[in-house]
């Protein structure tokens, strides 16, 4: 059986299998056999040890992580001693609330909210409390809901909220001091709901305040092993601490180097930090090319806060990577696909290709030229750039008004909200059905019952009618800003607090006002061209693409893959280090997005292609210029090719030291009526009027924080951003 635990471990591995006693720390590079290191430890405690499998409990990050440890275990050891105790932190905490929640005064078959769930009763908490939740977002709103829940400095946390709000006949909050954030919390007690946090906070609650609960897992674990500790937050932590506080045999295993989820609650200076009797270090990289390795060493070794190590790999060398500047997106995009169809042609498969960005709306270049070039490919973790909802919505409006087709008014009648639901649409369709006729025709019909003459449905079909009229001697981009203003859908994605939506549909109008460039020389740009065109795109060839398809996914999404080929788009300064992380968390921000950046590289085993590109971004509201992390590389790592003017450094030097230097006092953002900001104390409002004149340092914002107005300067107001992408 020894030969079985041993089995392909180097030294450094075998070291770690071996240390089955105290703290140990183990500072696992990317793809240095981290897995492969618990599962065999795990099997040596069984196998060689004589420790029950009962008896230790082995967390990872992910389902699928947990899966394919028990699967690892399960072909070294006898059957029967593979159990569920290898699970996530999530589900080892069930466990503990299945066993213990009685105390809380809950049912042991409590229910588990999803996120659906979440925004339902988020709704009716603001709801309750006429708060205009198109105002004050529903993520946003959920937001302070997790930080209320995790922060014991939020203002009505005299104590933690277990104690001050869950608790039957304790410590109850005075009526004075409920509000929709409290009665949120309050809807979930009275349903026996818990929601992901609630998971870790009750287990920890447990184990903090009943003795006997505690010691009785601390007596039931002896061996506790934790992997991607670099993602644990501050409860991650407590519960691993109290749980191994009698047997003190820990093993946790991670990499600073690749804690991506710090804007998140992750505390990956736990872990460099963390008081060991034995640290490991991890170096030998089994999965890419020392070319590869050598980019990702020279990206890395400017971070401060970190483990220092080295990755090397005794793999030969192959192909240096490639660093390929296009004078615009689209060439960076059609270089991509070329690279792919010529690799194509030469044995590869579509599956060894992986296209990585940092954000999710850089996905339409590149779709749109695998669809010109008939590459296969799909989305992970994601949806299609012309399959999103925002960028359904809107075509929907522009084929109603070419088609005026049952399933275009469907989706949008009632989009943004005109009071018009089932029941409407049902007597709708009824009269259709009578007349024979289109639901859009029955609506214009005279006929119509009164029950339809509606304000905003008038405004509606208004709309659809002048748009008919507009189209015919207008441009489609000036179509579409129209429809998007004068509908409210811009106003309904801006207010939900989604930057990803946002981003979205400022690509689509760019899409199309490339559209019409490329198109110039044709007598006609009509829409009903267009829209034909846009169908290719949806077209149902290219829907079901599993199996030998191009994989298409955020940076964040790529964690803990590996693929042949990758390539690394979009590596533009602001967009690739995020402009608006580092603006949020400055040094902090810079160095995540180098650990993402670092990622980004370490996910390709044979070949790295990173691209970028001029132009102007409408996103960043910009030209482009290089990102920071390609200066980075060491000299004579990577091949550039393209057009590329070093000179262009200069710029993103320019462009980096002034997001670096960001100092919001100093820096006057101008902001529009009914624009959503943020205010680093009175949180997010909407700006109802201004005062001075445009430019003007002392230029005074009215802004409405969910029903309390203030008077504040414009230096102290932020933009609202959405969201990392994950």
Request: proline share 2%; net charge negative; glycine share 4%.
């Amino acid at each position: 059986m020894e030969n079985v635990v041993f089995d392909k471990l180097n030294d450094h591995q075998k070291e770690a299998v071996l240390s089955t006693e105290g703290r140990v720390r183990v500072i696992a590079g990317a793809g240095s056999g981290k897995t492969r290191v618990l599962a065999h430890r795990f099997v040596y405690l069984v196998n060689e040890l004589g420790i029950s499998p009962s008896n230790i409990l082995c967390m990872t990050f992910t389902n699928k992580a947990a899966q394919e440890m028990k699967n690892r275990i399960s072909r070294m050891v006898d059957i029967g001693n593979v159990n569920d105790l290898i699970c996530t932190i999530h589900g080892f905490c069930v466990k503990v609330l299945r066993r213990d929640i009685y105390r809380m005064g809950y049912p042991k078959n409590f229910i588990i909210l999803d996120e659906e769930d979440c925004k339902a009763l988020a709704k009716q908490a603001t709801q309750e409390f006429n708060e205009d939740y198109t105002i004050k977002t529903i993520k946003g709103f959920l937001s302070e809901v997790l930080r209320a829940k995790t922060d014991p400095l939020f203002p009505w946390a005299l104590k933690p909220y277990i104690e001050t709000i869950v608790l039957p006949t304790i410590n109850k909050l005075n009526p004075s001091n409920i509000d929709s954030i409290a009665r949120y919390i309050q809807l979930q007690v009275n349903s026996f709901a818990l929601d992901f946090t609630d998971i870790v906070e009750f287990a920890k609650y447990l184990l903090t305040t009943y003795k006997d609960v505690r010691e009785y897992w601390q007596n039931t674990l002896n061996y506790i092993m934790v992997d991607e500790v670099q993602d644990c937050n501050a409860s991650d932590w407590a519960i691993m601490t109290i749980l191994s506080e009698k047997h003190r045999n820990l093993f946790i295993v991670g990499d600073p180097d690749q804690a991506i989820y710090e804007w998140r609650g992750s505390r990956p200076k736990d872990f460099i930090d963390f008081c060991s009797d034995k640290d490991i270090t991890l170096s030998e990289n089994y999965r890419s090319t020392p070319n590869i390795l050598n980019v990702a060493n020279s990206i890395i070794s400017k971070n401060h806060n970190r483990i220092k190590k080295d990755l090397f790999t005794k793999i030969s060398p192959s192909k240096v990577a490639i660093h390929f500047h296009a004078k615009n997106e689209e060439m960076e995009s059609e270089w991509v696909a070329k690279q792919i169809i010529s690799m194509k042609e030469e044995g590869c498969h579509f599956s060894v290709f992986a296209i990585l960005y940092r954000a999710s709306f850089l996905s339409r270049n590149i779709e749109q030229a695998f669809i010109d070039n008939k590459i296969k490919y799909e989305v992970w973790g994601g949806i299609r750039f012309f399959e999103r909802m925002e960028i359904k919505d809107i075509l929907a409006y522009l084929r109603l008004i070419v088609y005026m087709d049952d399933l275009s008014l469907k989706r949008v009648i009632n989009k943004p909200s005109r009071k018009f639901g089932p029941k409407s649409f049902q007597e709708l369709e009824k009269l259709a059905a009578q007349k024979g006729t289109s639901l859009y025709e029955t609506l214009l019909s005279n006929q119509v019952s009164a029950f339809f003459d509606k304000k905003p449905i008038r405004g509606f079909i208004n709309l659809i009618e002048e748009c008919k009229v507009f189209k015919e001697y207008s441009s489609i981009s000036e179509l579409l800003e129209y429809i998007l203003k004068e509908s409210g859908l811009w106003n309904l994605y801006r207010t939900d607090g989604d930057e990803d939506r946002l981003e979205n549909i400022r690509e689509l109008i760019s899409s199309v006002k490339h559209y019409e460039e490329a198109n110039a020389e044709e007598e006609t740009i009509s829409l009903e061209t267009y829209l034909q065109d846009i169908a290719l795109y949806t077209n149902a060839d290219y829907k079901n693409g599993k199996g030998d398809t191009v994989k298409l996914m955020t940076v964040h999404q790529a964690k803990g893959l590996e693929f042949p080929y990758v390539f690394v788009v979009g590596l533009n300064e602001g967009i690739f280090p995020s402009h608006r992380t580092i603006r949020e968390r400055r040094k902090e921000g810079e160095e995540e997005e180098r650990r993402l950046m670092y990622v980004a590289v370490t996910r390709a085993e044979k070949a790295l292609f990173l691209t970028e590109s001029e132009g102007y971004d409408n996103s960043l509201q910009s030209n482009k210029f290089p990102s920071r992390f390609l200066k980075e590389i060491g000299d004579g790592l990577i091949e550039v090719k393209g057009d590329f003017n070093p000179y262009l450094y200069v710029s993103t030097e320019m462009l980096a030291q002034r997001v670096d230097s960001y100092d919001r006092r100093k820096i006057c953002l101008q902001f529009e009526i009914g624009e959503q900001v943020r205010h680093k104390v009175f949180g997010e409002g909407v700006v109802i009027e201004k005062q001075g004149n445009s430019g003007d340092e002392y230029l005074v914002y009215v802004v409405d924080f969910a029903g309390r107005i203030k008077y504040l300067k414009s230096s102290f107001l932020e933009k609202c951003y959405g969201t990392h992408d994950e």
